[in-house]
């Protein structure tokens, strides 16, 4: 396996066991870990309906939407 796939699998793993030290309940680590791919996958649909192509701009576009709704997510368990 490549470097950089351990690095994602580490880095998921250490968000999973931080949120579970901080929600202690699976249904809301669950619901925080599948918002960003259900976020990306939204999000390369809407540029193949509209015929964009995916360049550097769109990249990093797609990096902010997966930290905010990630972040939205969080602020709403956490209430």
């Known amino acids: ?6 690095s994602i699998h580490l880095h ?5 066991i931080l949120l579970n030290l ?3 309940r699976f249904a809301k680590v669950a619901m ?3 918002t960003r791919p259900v976020a ?11 015929a964009e192509y995916f360049s550097v701009a769109v990249s990093a576009g797609l990096i902010a ?5 990630i972040e ?3 602020i709403c368990c956490s209430t």
């Open 1 to 6: 396996m490549k470097p950089a796939m351990h």
């Open 12 to 16: 998921a793993a250490l968000d999973r």
């Open 22 to 24: 901080s929600f202690q």
């Open 32 to 34: 925080i870990m599948l």
């Open 40 to 50: 990306m996958v939204g999000a390369v649909w809407i540029l193949y309906i509209n």
């Open 65 to 69: 939407l997966a930290r905010v709704a």
């Open 72 to 74: 939205t997510v969080v």
